[in-house]
């Protein structure tokens, strides 16, 4: 069993869209929570961080984190075809900065006009 | 400022070579993290390096090594190529936790 599990998609939807994107994980001492957005041939870029159970929104981003259910989803409201991207999500068992990342697959979201 | 910036951004080698693959971080930030992304996958953690040193590592074998120099740039060498080795090879940096990625040296083994 991977320690990250993210459905890596495709997932099609039409502009405008909710978008519910989930990944779970098995080892319940991360604490940290992060999703990244990957456009194609680009490094991933940081769009939300999130520490343990809870929500956080940022614009039309909001992050949600079950520690209970070793659950993390990423909804975006109103979604416009730049939004296509991979959506990968990653966590982390400090904050540190030795911190190391482990990720999910990424999940390719494609967003029609 | 610059972001994380990587050459070279593309690369073909053949099997048993050796390459080398550089880093620049962002400015004033003196830890660099290195990840191979293959194809439809996300990155697997290769190693971090911080003052010089290679702080925590991996499970990638010996044949990926690094270095990191005292302008906090670093470089990647992974000698004797496999085709598996074939992959998008990330570069982050950070000062407080956070990582900057820069866009990755495409490399592939024939």
């Known amino acids: 069993q991977k320690e990250v599990e993210q459905d890596p998609g495709p997932l099609s939807v039409p502009e405008g869209a909710i978008v519910s994107l989930n990944c779970t994980y098995s080892n319940s001492a991360f604490q940290y929570f992060m999703w990244y957005r990957q456009y194609s041939r680009k490094g991933p870029e940081l769009l939300m961080y999130t520490y343990s159970s809870g929500n956080k929104e940022d614009g039309r981003f909001t992050a949600q984190v079950d520690k209970s259910s070793k659950y993390i989803s990423l909804f975006i409201r109103d979604s416009q075809p730049s939004d296509s991207a991979t959506y990968l999500c990653?966590?982390?068992?400090?904050?540190?900065?030795?911190?190391?990342?482990?990720w999910g697959l990424g999940t390719s979201l494609g967003v029609n006009p | 400022d610059a972001g994380v910036t990587q050459s070279p951004t593309h690369l073909i080698k053949t099997r048993g070579q050796q390459v080398t693959l550089r880093c620049s971080p962002k400015?004033?930030?003196?830890?660099v993290s290195w990840y191979q992304q293959a194809l439809g996958q996300g990155p697997q953690f290769i190693f971090q390096y911080y003052e010089e040193e290679e702080r925590q590592r991996g499970n990638f074998p010996d044949r990926f090594s690094g270095h990191q120099f005292p302008n906090y740039s670093s470089e990647l060498n992974v000698n004797a190529l496999l085709l598996g080795d074939s992959a998008l090879y990330l570069c982050?940096?950070?000062?407080?936790?956070?990582?900057?990625f820069g866009p990755g040296t495409r490399l592939l083994v024939l």
């Open positions: 990653a966590m982390s068992f400090n904050a540190g900065n030795n911190r190391k990342l482990i």
């Open positions: 982050a940096s950070s000062l407080s936790g956070t990582q900057y």
């Open positions: 400015s004033g930030h003196d830890t």
